[in-house]
């Protein structure tokens, strides 16, 4: 019989006649060591069959048969037995050898010497326990598992039945058994799978070799699904999840669908219900605009924002391929949900002052969400003329221009590294602060201007999260720049959601700070990412036996151990709750003028020294952690080792370090 044939007869075959082979298997086996066990001690060498006790033996099989059932010799499915069934077999043939003994001695007291029933017990142990494990090397070859990846299913609810019954024909995965903490389905059998206690999960997926443990927990909310991770981690097996019940229930994503765990399911937070009226407030019917439209909050925002019904939505983006890619994104959500709105992209600078207005005008703009920014620190510190010129004076370009063409609402992005900022970066957005509050606090326009800060937001092109992944992609190593580094995390869609909100409770000048959560240590972070990739850490500790080795590197330039999201401590609660109103100190208008004007003349000099003071002097708790590194104030003043502001330490000017202003 080919191997096809004899795959579909044993897929087919029903579950009684399969047990009843197994017992009929396990009687010839009481034959066949009762038998040998005569033979073994007596030595008879003629018809062992003629002079066997009979009655001993019926007593045997008596005995053990309900002992089998109880010990799930018959619920096993031979072609997943491991370790543990065998486990179970040594039990069960020990349970019945002894009941059989005691109970024979008794009656028959003289028949047959201990030394038999050691012999007997161990014959029975080599016939049924060898019988299985033989046939479910027969039964894995001619079925095809070979070639295939034992995989675990954790839970074992009609999610996880319908996962199993769409693996079956698999070419890639078969699932070895279910795990499931109720305990009415533990130690029962489903689809031929046995479900087993979490607690032994660590076991079992050394003892079936798992490669994969698939989470069926579609309807799991999100701090249900981290303990689970939580608990799964230390496994150090890649773990793949089933699509949510909404991607199943609209039909857009299969049930065998399987993606990896993702970083939200790691750091995400419960989901509070938004406001549909703030979500309205702002964007309903109404003209919006979005500055940075193609980076990742601003992208965000946009498809956020359409969903919300404006009655046109005007993308600003300086990346001509940024652009595209969204509008063309974009057109395609709006064409699914059948919107018509009106999507205009604008390929231009937020410099341009006349660009700007001529755009806030044309389109009768009402509501701006400014999200333009340079964001990489690393970067914006080896140019920080280019940060404070986009950043900051960015920011102010389209604030006028919003105060000139009677914008009503001005959302500004802003960061946690705005607050006590250690590099050009949050010095530049917290300027970008101040000018907005500066501008409030003027009585003579229309115009609310609103800040929202944040940490970071996963996956962003600014996030550790995708340098990562790229690392783990190829085999390491992991690089964290300090083990004490503790971020704030927030998804994307959800700061942007939040970020919506705000800015209809602000009156003008208002603070928000989204409510982050609990600080996350990078280190764990990376450690949990390459676990969940199904590799091992290689370090001094298992003897750098492991997969991918995490690296320390440093800080990088302007980076700190950890992050802020106020200067002090007057915050108060909002109508949201994870939404709060931080009440700062901030600069009049005319002073905030005057500092811009000495700003802008330094920019424009490229004096980046007096750009610094002017920072210093302007952004409270400003404190650069290390020396200049602009590019090109180093290759410009490399050979002035002497002067009184700088001394390089190489002739590259890459570790030149400037005292500070």
């Known amino acids: 019989m080919d191997r096809n044939k004899l795959r579909r007869l044993h897929l087919t075959l029903p579950r009684r006649v399969k047990q009843a082979i197994l017992v009929v298997a396990d009687i010839v086996s009481t034959i066949m060591a009762f038998g040998g066990g005569i033979v073994l001690l007596k030595g008879f060498p003629g018809l062992v069959v003629l002079k066997m006790d009979y009655p001993v033996l019926f007593m045997y099989l008596i005995v053990s048969m309900p002992i089998y059932v109880r010990f799930g010799l018959y619920r096993a499915v031979i072609r997943y037995m491991g370790v543990m069934s065998v486990l179970s077999v040594f039990k069960a043939l020990l349970l019945s050898v002894m009941s059989t003994w005691l109970i ?63 693996l079956e024909n698999s070419i890639e995965f078969h699932p070895s058994f279910f795990v499931d903490d109720n305990p009415d389905l533990q130690r029962r059998e489903i689809k031929g799978l046995r479900v087993y206690a979490p607690k032994d999960l660590p076991m079992l997926v050394k003892e079936f070799d798992i490669g994969r443990i698939l989470l069926a927990l579609p309807s799991l909310d999100i701090n249900g699904r981290r303990e689970v991770l939580r608990f799964l981690e230390p496994l150090a097996t890649r773990v793949q999840v089933m699509p949510g019940l909404v991607d ?34 702002c964007i309903l019917d109404k003209a919006v605009l979005v500055t940075g439209a193609g980076g990742s909050i601003g992208s965000e925002l946009c498809r956020q924002i359409i969903q919300r019904n404006p009655s046109r939505l005007v993308l600003v983006e300086r990346s001509e391929v940024a652009l595209y890619s969204l509008e063309k994104e974009l057109r395609q959500l709006m064409s699914e949900q059948n919107q018509h709105l009106q999507l205009v992209p604008i390929l231009g600078s937020i410099l341009n002052r006349n660009r700007m207005r001529s755009v806030i005008s044309s389109f009768g703009i009402q509501t701006l969400y400014h999200a333009a920014a340079y964001k990489h620190v690393p970067i914006v510190e080896r140019n920080p003329i280019e940060g404070v010129e986009n950043n900051t004076f960015g920011t102010l370009v389209v604030a006028q221009a919003a105060i000139e063409e ?39 326009h229309r115009t609310r201007f ?40 927030m998804t994307i869609p ?29 280190l764990d972070l990376a450690i949990r990412m390459i676990h969940f990739s199904g590799l091992r850490i290689k370090d001094e500790g298992n003897g750098w036996q492991g997969d991918i080795e995490i690296q320390i590197t440093g800080l990088r330039e302007g980076e700190k151990l950890y992050e802020e999201l106020v200067l002090g401590e ?84 890459e570790q030149l370090h400037v005292k500070s202003a």
């Not at 995708?466 to 783990?472: G, R, S, T, V």
């Not at 959601?497 to 240590?521: S, T």
Request: net charge negative; with cysteine; glycine share 10%.
């Open 104 to 166: 024979s001695t008794l009656i028959f007291p003289h028949n047959f010497s201990i030394s038999f029933w050691i012999i007997f017990g161990l014959l029975m142990l080599f016939f049924v326990g060898g019988s299985r494990l033989l046939a479910r090397e027969f039964l894995r070859q001619s079925i095809g598992f070979h070639g295939k990846m034992p995989v675990a299913i954790y839970g074992a609810g009609a999610a996880g039945v319908q996962l199993a019954t769409a």
């Open 406 to 444: 009677n914008v009503e609402t001005f959302v500004l992005i802003s960061t946690d590294k705005a607050v006590r900022p250690t590099n050009v970066m949050g010095a530049s957005k917290r300027f970008a602060e101040l000018i907005l509050q500066g501008l409030a606090d003027q009585h003579s």
């Open 570 to 653: 007057n915050i108060q609660p909002t109508e949201h709750p994870k939404i709060m109103r931080a009440q700062e100190a901030f600069l009049p208008w005319a002073e905030v003028d005057k500092i811009l004007s000495r700003l802008e003349r330094a920019c424009l000099d490229f004096d980046y020294l007096r750009v610094r003071r002017i920072l210093l002097e302007a952004v409270e708790g400003y404190q650069p952690s290390i020396g200049i590194k602009d590019w090109v104030w180093i290759s410009k003043h490399v050979n002035h080792s002497n002067s009184e502001e700088g001394h390089p330490h190489s002739s590259g000017g």
């Open 248 to 281: 199943l229930a609209s039909g857009k994503r299969k049930i065998e669908e399987l993606q990896d765990v993702q970083i939200e399911d790691l750091v995400g937070r419960r989901p509070v219900e938004p406001s549909i009226e703030l979500l309205d407030a």
């Open 450 to 489: 609103i800040m929202v800060r944040f940490g970071n937001v996963l996956a962003s092109s600014g996030s550790v999260v995708p340098l990562f992944y790229e690392q783990i992609r190829q085999g390491g190593p992991v690089t964290v720049t300090d083990p004490g580094v503790v971020r704030f995390f």
């Open 494 to 522: 959800e700061a942007a959601q939040l970020v919506i909100q705000a800015g209809a409770m602000g009156q003008g000048g208002d603070v928000f700070v989204l409510e982050m959560g609990e600080p996350i240590r990078i």
